[in-house]
């Protein structure tokens, strides 16, 4: 790339560690420097401790705004983009009168181009770098999303869904197919730029255990892609399971005997889980995607944040478009707040931040390249106003006059109070992808 020596000046925050471990666990800078160099970090500094370092490089000055890296969606599903928000009594009822007719559609090459790019964009104008994605049944729309995310120079991962039982006809593959054509997008776009490939069968009461053995069989071969499907979402979800497969004992049993429960499995939303499913769990590895505007939309239960963290099992937070009801993570993470309250607990917003940074990128294993700040990471990150709506500056003038106009307190008010218009800009490697109307902010030589 040859770039110059790029500054960004703002204040600057990441996590060196977890919050559950550590008490010194981010690193905050009031007046900060975030210094790039083709697309990786360099250094982050106190502003005037390197500005005679990198005397010749560009700056571009955020002042009074929040430099952090950008945010982890750890599950979504950018079919269901344009049917967010409907009306669906309980899960199983949605699939069938929405999602399922909704996917249909992106056997259309051009269809899946179309949302594809709509749901990347809005990623970003949302302060999302990276997700972890459902597609549909069609090679389509695998290939259409890995595309217009290239083009960006997006971390993407994502994969085919894999369904051969219990849904509509065109949204069914064999376990043929569905080996054969997830293969080949394996070849074609795992590790290709910045893609990164999932393998997905949707579900077990869409998938017959030999379609799940065929799933875990792609990820042996190819050992550094991802597995991706979902888990005791719904009452309703796990009676049908067990009805299928009436030899498990419990839902995470069904995985495991077809051998996809590892260290790369990534299973959505996870509310009804026993103390042993927990405990297999964190013993594999695998990783809880924590989705709660869904399911507290579809009413699907309230996840318990106070078991996962006592097994301890990896827990993110994700949006689960179209079930989830936004795109934005900080909304994301002021439900879970609400839910853990619910549960007794409150959660910390260093610990629902981190499920999102640095502590998403270690479950992806990414935690060498995305999620923080540290030298040699790649530069995603996000530029965030804490006072982009005049609640929120009647807020910020309250906590100053007395005192506590704090990272603590800046972080929990975006959280609580957040959206798009808290993200003055996006960048991917360095490179700006978004850039709201309202996001001032000055370029010159250091």
């Given at each position: 790339?040859?770039?110059?020596?790029?500054?960004?000046?703002?204040?600057?925050?990441?996590?060196?560690?977890?919050?559950?471990?550590?008490?010194?666990?981010?690193?905050?800078?009031?007046?900060?420097?975030?210094?790039?160099?083709?697309?990786?970090?360099?250094?982050?500094?106190?502003?005037?401790?390197?500005?005679?370092?990198?005397?010749?490089?560009?700056?571009?000055?955020?002042?009074?705004?929040?430099l952090m890296p950008g945010l982890i969606d750890s599950?979504?599903?950018?079919?269901?983009?344009?049917?967010?928000?409907?009306?669906?009594?309980?899960?199983?009822?949605?699939?069938?009168?929405?999602?399922?007719?909704?996917?249909?559609?992106?056997?259309?090459?051009?269809?899946?181009?179309?949302?594809?790019?709509?749901?990347?964009?809005?990623?970003f104008r949302n302060g999302t770098t990276t997700c972890m994605a459902y597609a549909t049944v069609h090679k389509a729309s695998v290939d259409a999303l890995f595309t217009v995310a290239s083009e960006y120079n997006m971390r993407m991962l994502t994969g085919k869904v894999m369904m051969n039982r219990n849904a509509p006809q065109a949204l069914m593959d064999t376990?043929?197919?569905?080996?054969?054509?997830?293969?080949?997008?394996?070849?074609?776009?795992?590790?290709?730029?910045?893609?990164?490939?999932?393998?997905?069968?949707?579900?077990?009461?869409?998938?017959?255990?030999g379609q799940l053995i065929t799933a875990a069989r792609l990820h042996e071969e190819f050992p550094d892609t991802y597995i991706q499907t979902h888990l005791s979402e719904n009452k309703g979800e796990i009676d049908s399971t067990l009805s299928l497969s009436p030899e498990c004992q419990d839902y995470l049993e069904v995985y495991e005997r077809a051998g996809l429960v590892t260290d790369r499995s990534v299973f959505g939303h996870c509310i009804h889980l026993s103390d042993s499913e927990c405990r297999r769990m964190a013993e594999a590895g695998a990783v809880i995607a924590h989705c709660p505007t869904s399911n507290l939309f579809l009413g699907s239960g309230l996840f318990d944040m106070q078991q996962a963290n006592r097994i301890p099992i990896q827990t993110t937070l994700a949006t689960d478009v179209g079930g989830g009801t936004s795109f934005?993570?900080?909304?994301?993470?002021?439900?879970?707040?609400k839910v853990q309250?619910?549960?007794?607990?409150?959660?910390?917003?260093?610990?629902?931040?981190?499920?999102c940074t640095r502590g998403a990128a270690e479950a992806l294993k990414l935690g060498d390249r995305i999620g923080s700040f540290e030298p040699g990471r790649e530069a995603d990150f996000i530029v965030v106003d804490c006072t982009a709506t005049s609640s929120q500056q009647m807020r910020k003038e309250y906590l100053q006059r007395n005192g506590k106009w704090d990272i603590e307190n800046k972080l929990f008010g975006i959280q609580?109070?957040?959206?798009?218009?808290n993200i003055t800009a996006t960048y991917l490697m360095g490179r700006p992808v978004y850039q709201s109307d309202t996001g001032n902010h000055q370029e010159a030589g250091v």
């Open positions: 790339m040859n770039d110059p020596i790029q500054i960004f000046r703002g204040e600057v925050f990441y996590f060196k560690a977890s919050p559950l471990e550590r008490e010194d666990s981010y690193c905050y800078y009031p007046d900060g420097a975030l210094v790039i160099s083709e697309g990786k970090i360099i250094e982050t500094a106190p502003y005037h401790s390197i500005k005679e370092k990198y005397r010749d490089a560009h700056l571009t000055d955020y002042s009074g705004k929040l599950h979504i599903h950018y079919p269901q983009s344009e049917m967010i928000g409907m009306y669906g009594k309980q899960l199983l009822d949605w699939l069938n009168e929405y999602t399922y007719p909704t996917e249909e559609a992106f056997a259309s090459e051009e269809y899946a181009e179309r949302v594809a790019r709509f749901f990347v964009n809005e990623l376990e043929e197919t569905g080996y054969a054509d997830s293969r080949k997008l394996i070849e074609t776009w795992h590790k290709k730029g910045r893609n990164l490939y999932v393998v997905t069968p949707r579900f077990s009461i869409t998938s017959t255990h934005s993570l900080w909304k994301t993470m002021a439900e879970s707040y309250q619910l549960n007794g607990y409150s959660m910390s917003v260093f610990e629902s931040l981190y499920k609580t109070l957040g959206d798009d218009r």
